[in-house]
């Protein structure tokens, strides 16, 4: 496609409960990364993928955050039993491959726990 | 461990005036990039400039001009003749070769507010 799309644009979920965040890279970029933009903690940096493989996870913030990424195209994060500190804008970027730093963000998904 | 440190939050400027966001980092690698996002009200960030660690010329692009120290671990940014549609959110931001390049580290953001 023409830009990173992800989907929804806007979650509001029941805390406990788990959502999937999507996100459909730019087509032939085979770098994808997973960002959070929070109030507190401004930009952070959660999930690397290159290809299917994703050699950094250091981002995630506990086991109840996991992502897959298949066929090295659309990536999902699931975050399981939400918490309200989940409430953030979760943002996806593209990128050609490793090394190319040059990375095109979504607009994001602002996920809310009520 | 690598850090950008933007020391302003927010910015209000006047239509017309000279504006500079300033950008201090660390890092334990001498190879590395720097960059410039814009994320206006829609939410979207928008890549404005990368820069590698080997490059400290400054670079200019119309109303945008960015300054790089190497001395001082500063990259600021300035906008000259500033416009109601330079309001936004602007990032700097940092990756490092020991991670590939793959990932940035984020500064908190400053919002710039030009009003007419």
């Known amino acids: 496609g023409a830009g990173v799309s992800q989907s929804p644009s806007n979650k509001v979920t029941e805390k406990g409960k788990d959502v999937e965040l999507r996100c459909d890279p730019i087509?032939?970029?085979?770098?994808l990364y997973w960002y959070r933009q929070s109030l507190g903690q401004g930009l952070e940096f959660l999930i690397y993928?290159?290809?299917?493989?994703?050699?950094?996870k250091s981002g995630l913030p506990s086991d109840r955050f996991s992502a897959e990424r298949t066929g090295g195209s659309v990536s999902t994060l699931t975050i399981q039993r939400t918490q309200q500190e989940d409430s953030a804008v979760y943002l996806c970027?593209?990128?050609?491959?490793?090394?190319?730093?040059?990375?095109?963000f979504g607009q994001g998904t602002r996920l809310t726990v009520v | 461990a690598q850090k950008v440190t933007q020391a302003q939050t927010e910015i209000s400027v006047v239509e017309k005036e000279d504006v500079t966001l300033d950008c201090v980092y660390e890092?334990?690698?001498?190879?590395?990039?720097l960059f410039w996002y814009k994320q206006p009200p829609s939410g979207e960030l928008v890549f404005l400039i990368r820069?590698?660690?080997?490059?400290?010329q400054n670079e200019i692009s119309g109303r945008y001009s960015w300054n790089f120290q190497k001395s001082t671990s500063s990259f600021n940014f300035t906008i000259t003749a500033s416009q109601v549609v330079d309001s936004a959110v602007y990032f700097c931001?940092?990756?490092?070769?020991?991670?590939?390049?793959?990932?940035?580290?984020f500064g908190k953001g400053t919002m710039l507010l030009v009003s007419p």
């Open positions: 087509s032939g970029h085979t770098a």
């Open positions: 931001a940092l990756s490092e070769a020991r991670r590939g390049y793959s990932t940035l580290t």
């Open positions: 820069r590698n660690s080997f490059d400290e």
């Open positions: 970027a593209s990128s050609r491959g490793t090394g190319d730093t040059e990375a095109f």
């Open positions: 890092t334990r690698d001498t190879t590395y990039y």
């Open positions: 993928f290159q290809g299917n493989s994703a050699p950094d």
